[in-house]
Nanobody
Framework: QVQVVESGGGLVQAGGSLRLSCAAS????????MGWYRQAPGKQRELVAD???????NYADSVKGRFTISRDNAKNTVYLQMNSLKPEDTAVYYCNARGLTGWRFITYWGQGTQVTVSS
């Protein structure tokens, strides 16, 4: 069994900051990619940022220069530092982790954490 658990969401005023954390545990190893997605009401889930085990990062254009993704491979944990938050960043933020379970690479998702940015 694999668990992916997010934390750190909340309510913040526009211009403020939040830091999200996500830890993967259980029967997963060789996690090659971890990422953050978000889904606002009435919209599709979209990629925010992801990071490989080697540290290569990828960001959505809408968050470049404001958000920073990082990871601690030893702890199977990924972080998302969000600065200069805007009301349009309001969404449920989901973490995923792609790693080896048995002999297959599988992508696991967390339950999500709410981020609300007030104007």
């Amino acid at each position: 069994q694999v668990q992916v658990v997010e934390s750190g969401g909340g309510l913040v005023q526009a211009g403020g900051s939040l830091r999200l954390s996500c830890a993967a545990s259980g029967s997963i190893s060789s996690i090659n990619r971890m990422g953050w997605y978000r889904q606002a009401p009435g919209k599709q889930r979209e990629l925010v940022a992801d990071i490989t085990a080697e540290g290569t990062t990828n960001y959505a254009d809408s968050v470049k220069g404001r958000f920073t993704i990082s990871r601690d491979n030893a702890k199977n944990t990924v972080y998302l530092q969000m600065n200069s938050l805007k009301p349009e960043d309001t969404a449920v933020y989901y973490c995923n982790a792609r790693g080896l379970t048995g002999w297959r690479f599988i992508t696991y998702w967390g339950q999500g954490t709410q981020v609300t940015v007030s104007s």
